[in-house]
């Protein structure tokens, strides 16, 4: 397990583990969901990342070290 902000770009992850914040679970983040890295910007930047393959949303480098992810088969 990684958090997601040290996650590869271009890779499938799943969540495992989020923190209690109401906006991510507005955006459908939650144990279970699966995302994609679409980039990581640098110097601390933020993480761009599609959720179940519906929309993209970029977050914070504070926040993605907060949110566990295991690598999954597939985009």
Not at 45 to 59: C, Q, S, Y
């Amino acid at each position: 397990m990684i958090n997601l902000y040290e996650a590869k770009k271009s890779k499938a992850f799943q969540v495992v583990s989020v923190p209690a914040v109401g906006l991510l679970e507005n955006l459908g983040l939650r144990t279970g969901t699966r995302v994609f890295i679409e980039s990581r910007y640098a110097l601390g930047g933020p993480v761009l990342l599609r959720v179940e393959n519906t929309f993209a949303v970029a977050l914070g480098k504070d926040i993605a070290t907060q949110i566990s992810v295991k690598e999954v088969a597939g985009r």
